[in-house]
């Protein structure tokens, strides 16, 4: 079955520091992908999202990420994290065949220190 | 614009208890959505529709139905509630499917006891 694993499930890092959250898809065909991220109280968004062409994707807030299709993969990276980037981030991936299926990894907390 | 809006934000059910979870946007999206989020899981789509008076299901329909009068509204009703539908449901709409961005409300907490 298609699925998204995100392997970091809480991440803890302090400012200033870079981020890299993994997300793999299982999946052989075509996909289209995207990352949402939820700031504490606030609704869920998008970051960025990625359907064709260059594989290095930016996104709001200095976010990009990257698409390896030998690797299944679409990690997400921060070269400087800030303290309000603390959130809880989700890939997602859309099956190209089948726009009725949006599935969603399990997410990543992340908390950000001064 | 208020975005996509949900009632109530948190509701706790006995089992067997019905509810009404409401959600509207005000952005003239055709296309809305349910989703319900367990712990530690991914969201899972529970129902979607593409338009007024049309409306099909997601991935986990069991125990839930919808309907869509207005472009504005989707609301989700659960009948004979039970402890598996303890979850967070989130509404999401857009206007290009699902191939563009959602806007998701703010979320129901729902717990069944």
């Known amino acids: 079955a298609q699925s998204v694993s995100q392997h970091n499930h809480h991440v803890i890092l302090s400012e200033a520091a870079s981020l890299e959250l993994g997300c793999n898809y299982s999946?052989?065909?075509?996909?289209?992908l995207f990352w949402y991220v939820q700031y504490p109280g606030q609704h869920l968004q998008l970051l960025l999202k990625?359907?064709?062409?260059?594989?290095l994707v930016k996104g709001i807030k200095g976010f990009e990420a990257e698409f390896i299709k030998s690797k299944f993969s679409f990690n997400l990276r921060k070269p400087s994290v800030q303290w309000s980037d603390t959130a809880e981030y989700f890939c997602?991936?859309?099956?190209?065949?089948?726009?009725?299926?949006?599935?969603f990894g399990t997410g990543t907390r992340l908390q950000v220190f001064p | 614009n208020a975005g996509v809006t949900q009632t109530p934000k948190f509701r706790i059910l006995k089992i067997g208890q019905s509810m009404t979870l409401q959600c509207a946007q005000d952005?003239?999206?055709?296309?809305m959505y349910w989703y319900r989020q367990d712990p530690g899981m991914g969201l899972k789509l529970i129902y979607y529709?593409?338009?007024?008076?049309?409306?099909d299901k997601g991935e986990v329909p069991n125990g839930y139905n919808v309907s869509r009068s207005t472009t504005e509204d989707f609301p989700l009703r659960l009948e004979l509630a039970a402890p598996s539908q303890t979850s967070v449901y989130f509404c999401?709409?857009?206007?290009?499917?699902?191939?563009?961005?959602?806007?998701f409300g703010p979320g129901t907490r729902l717990t069944v006891t």
């Open positions: 999401a709409s857009s206007e290009w499917g699902l191939e563009g961005e959602q806007y």
């Open positions: 999946y052989g065909g075509t996909v289209n």
């Open positions: 990625y359907f064709s062409g260059d594989p």
């Open positions: 997602a991936f859309l099956l190209s065949y089948n726009t009725d299926k949006l599935i």
């Open positions: 952005m003239n999206h055709n296309y």
């Open positions: 529709s593409v338009g007024a008076g049309i409306t």
